[in-house]
Nanobody, 125 residues
């Protein structure tokens, strides 16, 4: 049974930082590309960042988070991270990690096979 468990969310002031983690089990983690998505209240789910399978040499980001967020992976720990710096109020959302077997951490959510339950991030002004 595949499980993706996010952690690290919380309340932070604008300009602050958080690091989200997503621990995977039940799959050969290194064989999966990973992505982070988010859903703000009353809005649809949107792509945040993705990382390719294996060593994770290819990353991609939504324009709104480029230069502020960094995705990384540690295959030895079966974990993917999202370092979020200079947080803004508009980053407030539930954040989800997801895994796909297609190899790249791209933004089409329908391509992802497995999803976590999400972790909430709230940025206050």
């Amino acid at each position: 049974q595949v499980q993706l468990v996010e952690s690290g969310g919380g309340l932070v002031q604008a300009g602050g930082s958080l690091r989200l983690s997503c621990a995977a089990s039940g799959l050969t983690f290194s064989m999966y590309a990973m992505g982070w998505f988010r859903q703000a209240p009353g809005k649809g789910r949107e792509f945040v960042a993705g990382i390719s399978w294996g060593a994770g040499g290819i990353t991609s980001y939504a324009e709104s988070v480029k230069g502020r967020f960094t995705i990384s992976r540690d295959n030895a720990k079966n974990t993917v991270y999202l370092q979020m710096n200079n947080l803004k109020r508009e980053d407030t959302a539930d954040y989800y990690c997801a895994a796909n077997s297609l190899g790249t951490g791209h933004g089409r959510d329908s391509d992802y096979d497995y999803w976590g339950q999400g972790t909430q991030v709230t940025v206050s002004s």
